[in-house]
């Protein structure tokens, strides 16, 4: 695995990175989860913002301010819900890496961080999900500009094992 990508615990709000990126729901006025997290670390202004953009569609991303956050910018992008695995949901989930990761680039972003995405409310088993995670991570850091920096972040040990196993199978392939 490269080493620019990094896997930790923990919540991503509390990051001093450029840019943590959003589980948000296409409407992208806020939500549980890390969305709701991310509402509450950031502050009124961060909804005020994300008015103006009009939502979502599922596998694009659109970019806010960090406001009280750590992180100066937020990727909001929305995640595929699970129906099973045959109504693209792959491509979707990995589209939604490239897309912040293609902004991030334009914003001259050096280090951002993404959550497990669609895999708590949306249903995305995180086995899969992490290894499309990992792999969008490593092919955009093979012609990165301004992105040095990618860390996973897991929310729950048992996701953070989960995708330590799935680093180790990376590695193995
Ligand atoms: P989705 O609707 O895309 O499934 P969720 O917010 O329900 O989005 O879950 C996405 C992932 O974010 C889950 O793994 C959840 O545990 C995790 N998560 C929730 N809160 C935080 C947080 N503060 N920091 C990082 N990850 C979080």
């Not at 923990?10 to 992208?28: P, Q």
């Not at 008015?51 to 970019?63: D, N, P, S, V, Y």
């Not at 991030?104 to 993404?114: D, L, M, N, Y």
Request: hydrophobic content about 40%; glycine content about 10%; overall charge negative.
């Amino acid at each position: 695995m490269d080493r620019r990508i990094e896997i930790i615990q923990g919540d991503i709000t509390t990051l001093h990175v450029d840019a943590i990126v959003n589980a948000a729901n296409s409407s992208l006025l806020g939500g549980g989860g890390v969305d709701g997290a991310i509402h509450s670390a950031a502050g009124p202004q961060l909804l005020e913002e994300c008015r103006t953009l009009h939502g979502c569609e599922t596998g694009e991303a659109k970019i806010t301010k960090g406001y009280n956050l750590p992180a100066a910018y937020v990727i909001h992008t929305v995640g595929p819900i699970w129906h099973g695995g045959n109504n693209n949901e792959d491509k979707l989930l990995a589209r939604c890496y490239k897309n912040g990761l293609h902004l991030a680039e334009q914003h001259r972003v050096t280090s951002i961080a993404f959550p497990s995405i669609s895999t708590g409310v949306y249903g995305f088993p995180v086995e899969r999900a992490s290894r499309i995670a990992l792999l969008e991570m490593h092919e955009h850091l093979q012609h990165a500009q301004s992105v040095q920096k990618i860390i996973a972040v897991c929310f729950s040990p048992h996701d953070f094992g989960i995708y330590q196993t799935a680093v180790k199978e990376f590695d193995k392939n």
